[in-house]
């Protein structure tokens, strides 16, 4: 199923959606689910196609069947919780809180559970030009591991490159063996309430200008001002943010890195109205 369950203001649509996307139409999930909810298949059907709702213990009991994680699970349960809401004002309620869960969701820092691993000022040095992340990524790639490599590869003096890997191996982003350079931790991630997310937006933006060289005809550039119905924003800020996170899963779980690439995505309103 494409659709996540943040996507949804209904639970009994939610289920009908991931029941049909099952092999043979559900059939047996639609018995594990009953299961889970200890419950008759007769009452699953009853359910989803009509007036009756799960009870909260039901719910809890599908959470686990379906492998929620802790976010899903309370978006879950709010979503039961909304429909099951006997007045317009509770209703109202658990919608200001379902809203609250779907943008939260959207923020990439709480999507990606990312963790600070320098200090402030650390940060700020390595977000202070383009070429830390760039060489602290490219020691992924085995034919990019030394010195002299990484100078050739991104033009820049012997010197520089240097001083970037002093700085990555004395914060434990970088290790060094022998001759060659291998990446320390993971990753780092800066979120949007970091004074430096500007400084890190400028530093990729402005080396995506300087690869709009027109015989660089393998690189992918797209730029657009749309109208749309405002209430379609959300909708599409959630849909290039799940393609932003599977895009991060095809990198991360990569293997054989030999190719460094760039991504800068921007959407955001564009005037007062």
């Known amino acids: ?38 419950c008759q298949m007769a009452y699953i059907s009853q359910v989803l196609g009509g007036e009756r709702h799960f009870t909260y213990e039901q719910a809890e009991g599908i959470n686990a069947f379906l ?80 010195k002299e490599a990484l100078a050739r590869n991104f033009e820049l003096r012997l010197p520089t490159v240097v001083k970037v890997l002093e700085f990555l191996t004395s914060v434990g982003l970088a290790e ?11 990753n780092i991630y800066v979120g949007n309430d970091s004074p430096l997310i500007t400084q890190h937006h400028t530093n990729w933006r402005m080396r995506a200008i300087a690869s709009l060289d027109p015989h660089n005809v393998w690189d992918l550039h797209y730029s657009a001002v749309v109208s749309i119905p405002k209430a379609d924003f959300d909708k599409l800020k959630a849909l290039f943010v799940k393609t932003i996170e599977e895009a991060r899963r095809h990198w991360t779980e990569a293997k054989n890195e030999d190719q460094l690439c760039a991504v800068s995505v921007d959407w955001f309103r564009v005037g007062k109205e």
Do not use: C
């Open 176 to 186: 060094h063996r022998g001759n060659e350079y291998f990446p320390g931790l993971a």
């Open 67 to 146: 492998g929620h994680s802790e976010d899903e699970a309370r978006m879950f349960l709010l979503l039961v919780s909304y429909e099951r809401a006997g007045t317009s004002a509770l209703r109202t309620r658990y919608e200001k809180e379902m809203n609250r869960e779907v943008q939260r969701n959207l923020t990439l820092k709480e999507r990606f559970k990312a963790k600070e691993i320098l200090s402030r000022e650390l940060q700020a040095t390595y977000y202070s030009s383009w070429y830390y992340a760039a060489v602290h990524i490219a020691l992924t790639i085995p034919s990019l591991r030394t």
């Open 1 to 38: 199923m494409n659709k996540t369950i943040y996507e949804y203001k209904s639970y009994k649509r939610y289920l009908i959606d991931l029941i049909s996307a099952q092999p043979k139409r559900g059939r047996g999930f639609r018995t594990s689910l009953a299961e889970a909810a200890s």
